[in-house]
């Protein structure tokens, strides 16, 4: 199997009403997070952003859906994971993105990636979720999309 660029996106998935959409990981008990995933080959940003969604959630959006925010951090890549990224790839730049989703949307977990999901207040997702960019991303979300 291929490495995995250290490329990421980050999709926060919201309701019209600012819920937030949470996924569990199946490889990290506990670990609350929104869709991610790394970038494949020839692949732009938004493609990983728009295939990520539908793999983890099975939601279907368009390109114009998707909000990118262009900002983005580096972060060191947690060491459970650094063996699917090249020898001495320790950082990877993660891209934040966002789309907002109606509120009865259907959620179809992928079962190999996360236990179970929930929507959660963004006070809440910001205490619920592991990784700090992520909670970064959810306390600007009331700010890019209240009002």
Known sequence: MPYKQPISILLVIHTP?????LLE?????????SVTGSCEAGETLID?????????????VSAAQIVDWQYS???EIFE????????????????????????????T?????HTQYCWASI???VTK??????????RQLAGKFKG
Request: charged share 25%; aromatic share 10%.
């Open 17 to 21: 009403d600012l819920q937030v959409l």
């Open 25 to 33: 990981r199946c490889d990290f008990a506990g670990a609350w997070q």
């Open 123 to 125: 006070d809440e997702a």
């Open 80 to 107: 459970r994971w650094r063996h699917r990224y090249a020898p001495g790839v320790t950082h990877n730049t993660e891209h934040v993105f966002s789309v907002q989703v109606p509120a009865n949307s259907v959620i």
């Open 73 to 75: 951090s580096d972060f």
């Open 129 to 138: 979720v592991f990784s700090p960019s992520n909670a970064d991303a959810l």
């Open 109 to 113: 977990i992928a079962p190999r990636e």
């Open 48 to 60: 990983t952003a728009r295939r990520e969604l539908f793999e983890e959630t099975g939601l279907v």
